[in-house]
């Protein structure tokens, strides 16, 4: 069940100490001002998404942040072989799921990327167990899909949410990239590792590297390592099933 939507902009409070309704009564006159819902956090104001770029006056800045890919697997095929409709349905259950997830952590949405969702953890909300936050997102993706599939189909085989997810955490650039068509997006070999890492989870499945396994290692001790080979990576990389496929 998702938590009460926030009154208050949580981002502008936490930065500015700033009380920005933006539910309510409250928010008319703000809204008429142009200040509204952000889309990639319901508990966040649209200011916030780019609230540095006028304190500090840079359109990028670095910060640490936690990087969470989920995506459909397998979702090709069963784009062309599935009803229409019947993979419409899915994917609006698989976006919702991942968004509700991720907010209850205090994450943004940035982007939904086709059968894919990129998610960040630490910005604007800053938090503390960041890493922690998103590998308990990554998780609940796994577990509320795989529930929802249950109830969706029944026996049916066609149109099924197998979900791979990758998180990785480190240094990366935000902010507003391109000129004539600005997207506000998180760049970097985070980003990019996370991204790989993702790319070879199965259905069902949630690999952490080892900057991430470090922060959760008391909560799933014992995870055994997997060396894997990852495209544009000279040696074997380490990653950790906090979750492994189950058997087929
Ligand atoms: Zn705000």
């Known amino acids: 069940m998702p938590p009460t939507p926030a009154t208050i902009c949580k981002g502008c409070w936490q930065q500015m100490h700033v009380p920005v309704p933006i539910r309510g009564l409250l928010s008319l006159p703000f809204r008429l001002a142009g200040i509204r819902i952000s889309r990639m956090n319901p508990n966040l104001c649209n ?14 800045i670095q910060i ?33 799921i ?3 997830a991720v907010w209850e952590r205090d994450g943004i949405i940035n982007k939904f990327i086709g059968d894919a969702v990129l998610a960040i953890f630490n910005f604007p909300l800053e938090r503390p167990d960041h890493v922690e936050q998103a590998v308990g997102a990554g ?22 949410m197998g979900i791979g997810v990758g998180i990785h955490t480190g240094t990366a650039s935000i902010g507003e990239f391109g000129t004539a068509y600005k997207d506000f997006t998180i760049i970097g070999p985070v980003v990019n590792l996370a991204s790989r890492v993702q790319g070879i989870a199965r259905a069902g499945e949630l690999l952490v590297t080892s900057d991430v396994y470090r922060h959760v290692a008391d909560a799933f001790p014992e995870v055994p390592a997997r060396q894997v080979p990852l495209k544009g990576i000279d040696r074997a990389t380490a990653v950790f099933p906090i979750r492994a496929a189950p058997a087929a």
């Not at 072989?81 to 899915?90: C, F, I, L, N, R």
């Not at 249950?150 to 099924?160: D, E, I, N």
């Open 64 to 96: 640490e942040a936690t990087v969470l890919f989920a995506d459909v697997r397998g979702y090709t095929s069963t784009a062309a072989s599935a009803d229409p409709a019947a993979v419409a349905k899915m994917l609006d259950r698989f976006y919702d």
């Open 47 to 60: 200011i916030c998404e780019t609230m540095f770029t006028r304190v500090k006056r840079r359109s990028q």
């Open 139 to 160: 998780l609940a993706i796994l577990d509320r899909t795989s529930a929802a599939d249950a109830l969706l189909h029944r026996g049916a085989t066609t149109a099924r």
């Open 98 to 100: 991942c968004a509700d």
